[in-house]
């Protein structure tokens, strides 16, 4: 099983997204077996908070429920727990590089890394674009699904 982190600043919004969308997709692939799938935030901010509702609503117009998830700092020991560890940007990145004390063994990337166009994801939370946020999580966890099933090349 592959255990995967999904990271953002705040885990409310791109993170929680990216953590329903993947295993929404996996399970459609018959793959959910194959796959452990969580979120957590760099910050403090926003901990023991539910997905921020725009979020939520995206969420359930995918036909996703994320109903019970509340945000969590990411910790030193996610990084000897999970496999992989995608952020939603560079920010992310590098706040996620800090907290794990580096990444020694290669395992923190972008969740749009293997994009057509690899980029960063603009947190809505500030500019109110769901809807841009959510294709661009769905094309990353689409993209990351097809590397780690073998379907696409790194």
Partial sequence: MIRILMVCLGNICRSPM????????AEKRGLSQLFYVASAATSTEEL?????????RKLYSLGIDCSGKRARQMTKADYREYDLLLGM??????SM???????????????LEHALHPRGIDDPWYTGDFDTA???????????LDVLTGKKAT
């Fill in 89 to 94: 940007e560079q920010w992310n990145l590098n």
């Fill in 97 to 111: 590089r800090r907290i794990s004390g580096g990444d020694p063994e290669g395992k923190i990337h972008l969740l």
């Fill in 48 to 56: 023991g908070n539910p997905v921020y509702p725009p979020a939520k």
């Fill in 134 to 144: 959510c294709r661009d999580i769905q094309e990353g966890c689409e993209s990351w």
């Fill in 18 to 25: 990216a953590e329903y969308i993947f295993r929404d997709m």
